[in-house]
């Protein structure tokens, strides 16, 4: 019997898993960006014929083809046609379909095996989501760096940005996040050059960050947890950023909760799948109605998820005991 193959293509990586029909992982592997609305086809072809030929070594036998594929993919991603990348899986052993999904589904079938509830991520990007019959049934926010993503990784790095840039100048409050940024770009703060009016350090940074793509503001936001948490006098400024982060991310999951769909909700990306503050206080403005015999739910990405799509497009009904084997054997692949 031919295999399925699922894949959890994201911005930053790519992971192909090889399963039967009986939710069973036989192989698991990594690649590079997978969207190739930010990285380009060539790239995300790639990262998926890396991914896959890593997930067929570790399987160490000949697959005879695979049956069908999911893709789950992020944002406008979803928007591109599986026949663009039909054939470079064709070539690789894809014998059947290959549909692309949604990487908010990847994120809440990675947290449960039933088929509503919601799902809030935030990595990079922030976006949540109502699922009803195991599709989505509203979402609010993910509408990139310009329009939205309120509470996103890019969020809290530009606002560390702006509070740094205008604690330099004088028109904000010091911050313990001038020093880190700086150091973060290599600048030395003790230039005492003045150019035109003002310190050689600051435009060195406005230069710096103007160099930068707007979207790799995020590598900035960890600079606010560092702070906020730093032990011996927690950054005011860093603690309002991410309070703001909390109640932007607090009211894009309230857009899309309906009382009369209760399930797990489930919490994936970066900023809310660690153990902070800001993820606890964003759970605490959950209305009870949405969590009523459920709960909230983080994970790490989205590939289990992946694999859970992979098998409902297959025909197969995901139900504890499939789910449980998913994650089980998926974990033995990937290690510690």
């Known amino acids: 019997m031919q295999n399925i193959l699922a894949f959890d293509a994201g911005g930053t990586s790519t992971r192909a898993v090889i399963l039967d029909r009986l939710g069973s992982c036989l192989g698991y592997g990594r690649g590079g960006s997978g969207n190739p609305v930010s990285s380009g086809f060539a790239v995300a072809l790639a990262s998926l014929r890396g991914a896959l030929e890593g997930a067929a070594a570790q399987l160490g036998a000949a697959s005879g083809g695979y049956s069908s594929a999911v893709i789950a993919m992020a944002g406008s991603s979803v928007h ?30 990675s947290g449960t095996f039933h088929d509503q509830g919601y799902a809030l991520v935030a990595g990079t990007g922030a976006v949540g989501a109502r699922i009803k019959d195991g599709r989505l049934d509203a979402v609010a926010d993910g509408m990139g760096w310009l329009l939205g993503d309120a509470g996103s990784g890019f969020w809290i790095g530009h606002h560390v940005v702006r509070a740094v840039t205008a604690a330099v100048d004088g028109r904000g409050p010091r911050t313990l996040l001038t020093a880190a940024l700086m150091d973060a770009l290599g600048i030395d703060p003790g230039l005492a050059t003045i150019i035109q009016g003002r310190p050689a350090a600051a435009q ?18 960890p600079l606010a947890f560092e702070a906020a948490q730093n032990k011996s006098a927690p950054d005011p400024v860093a603690r309002e950023i991410l309070e703001g982060a909390a109640r932007a991310l607090s009211a894009t999951l309230g857009a899309v909760i309906d009382p009369s769909t209760r399930g797990p909700v489930v919490f994936g990306g970066s900023i809310l799948s660690r153990d902070s503050p800001l993820a606890s206080s964003v759970e605490r403005s959950l209305p009870g109605p949405a969590l009523e015999g459920a709960g909230v739910i983080r994970v790490a990405d989205g590939v289990v998820g992946a694999a859970v799509l992979a098998l409902r497009h297959a025909g ?21």
């Open 80 to 109: 591109t046609s599986a026949d663009l990348l039909s054939g470079e899986l064709a070539a690789l052993g894809l014998r059947g379909s290959l549909v692309i999904e949604a990487d908010l589904l990847a994120t809440f079938f």
């Open 204 to 221: 060195q940074m406005v230069d710096a960050l103007y160099d930068l793509r707007p979207v790799e503001l995020a590598r900035f936001a």
């Open 316 to 336: 197969v009904t995901v139900d504890a005991a499939v789910y449980s084997r998913i994650g089980n054997t998926l974990a033995a692949l990937r290690g510690p």
